[in-house]
Nanobody
Framework: EVQLVESGGGLVQAGGSLRLSCAAS????????IGWFRQAPGKEREGVSC????????YYADSVKGRFTISSDNAKNTVYLQMNSLKPEDTAVYYC?????????WGQGTQVTVSS
């Protein structure tokens, strides 16, 4: 059974930090790119960051560059999103997505709320 389980969300004050985790199972982790997306109330889901599990190539949305860092622990089949200098506009449900040669998988999401 394929699973993507996000954790690490919560409530934090502006300027604070959180680290999200996405634990994957049920598929060949190294064959997939793992990404973080977020969706705020009333807004479309948007891409935040992603990483290639095979070569470590990363991507960041302009809105999070310099504040967020994505990393991968292939031994644990887990991708992390370190979020620093959080802003109220970062408030959203954060989803983990695994995209491979034939399949795409989504996690259930974890809520991040940044208070001003």
């Amino acid at each position: 059974e394929v699973q993507l389980v996000e954790s690490g969300g919560g409530l934090v004050q502006a300027g604070g930090s959180l680290r999200l985790s996405c634990a994957a199972s049920g598929f060949t982790f190294d064959d997939y790119a793992i990404g973080w997306f977020r969706q705020a109330p009333g807004k479309e889901r948007e891409g935040v960051s992603c990483i290639s599990s095979s070569d470590g190539t990363t991507y960041y949305a302009d809105s999070v560059k310099g504040r967020f860092t994505i990393s991968s622990d292939n031994a644990k089949n887990t991708v992390y999103l370190q979020m620093n200098s959080l802003k109220p506009e970062d408030t959203a449900v954060y989803y983990c997505k695994a995209a491979g040669p034939y399949h795409v998988y989504w996690g259930q999401g974890t809520q991040v709320t940044v208070s001003s």
